[in-house]
């Protein structure tokens, strides 16, 4: 089946900016998005991007896109210890009802 | 409010006993989603929904069950059958188009004693 791949750890000092990665193998991807997982809670969905923009920005975070090497990445400006938490991204393809979800990255921030 | 609820949040259960969890929303969505959460891996599809009286098993549905007999509710029942049940099970719910941003509730962790 097709693949979302993420890196499963990240620290980072407050202040500084968080850059998660991922990569997906699925070329018909219409829709990406990033989702907040807090410890014992649900998926809390932060932004999506559709497949034919290359950046959005919202407030403290950007995606970006490299659709070429279908590459996605969500920088957090200005990290806060509230930022603390597991950072999904999922992919879904045009007319396919299966949202693929990465393993998570756990994002830490350090005081 | 409009959101996605899921009860109970904690949920215990001997081996061999079927369980259901509880999964209801009022967003007005006609799809709604079970995926099941296990450490270091992420969301895998056991059924979704995309209208009343109609479901589709996902990846993983082999000792799962649901039914919707409500545009709301989408009920899930894990039987004994289900080798390794004890996890983390997310609902989550989305508009009719394929492509909709899907809402999560806020989670059920069974485990099985």
């Known amino acids: 089946g097709e693949d979302v791949e993420q890196s499963l750890f990240l620290s980072v000092r407050e202040g500084d900016s968080s850059v998660i990665n991922c990569t997906y193998t699925d070329s018909s991807s219409t829709y990406l998005y990033w989702y907040k997982q807090e410890p014992g809670a649900g998926l809390q969905l932060l932004t999506y991007?559709?497949?034919?923009?290359d950046m959005k920005q919202d407030q403290r975070l950007t995606v970006l896109l490299n659709k070429k090497d279908k590459h996605l990445s969500l920088r957090i400006a200005d990290t806060q210890t509230g930022d603390s938490a597991i950072y999904f991204c999922?992919?879904?393809?045009?007319?396919?009802?299966?949202?693929?979800f990465g393993a998570g990255t756990r994002l830490t921030v350090k005081p | 409010d409009g959101g996605i609820t899921q009860s109970p949040k904690y949920l215990f259960r001997k081996e061999g006993q079927n369980v259901t969890l509880s999964c209801e929303q009022n967003l007005n969505h006609d799809a709604m989603y079970w995926y099941r959460q296990d450490p270091g891996q992420g969301l895998r599809l056991i059924y979704y929904s995309q209208i009343v009286n109609d479901f589709q098993k996902g990846d993983i549905a082999e000792g799962y069950s649901v039914s919707r007999e409500k545009k709301e509710s989408f009920p899930l029942t894990v039987t004994s059958a289900q080798k390794n049940p004890t996890a983390f099970y997310l609902c989550?719910?989305?508009?009719?188009?394929?492509?909709?941003?899907?809402?999560f509730g806020p989670g059920t962790r069974l485990t099985v004693l």
């Open positions: 989550a719910s989305s508009n009719s188009k394929n492509t909709d941003t899907q809402y």
């Open positions: 991007i559709f497949s034919n923009m």
């Open positions: 999922a992919e879904i393809a045009y007319n396919n009802n299966d949202m693929r």
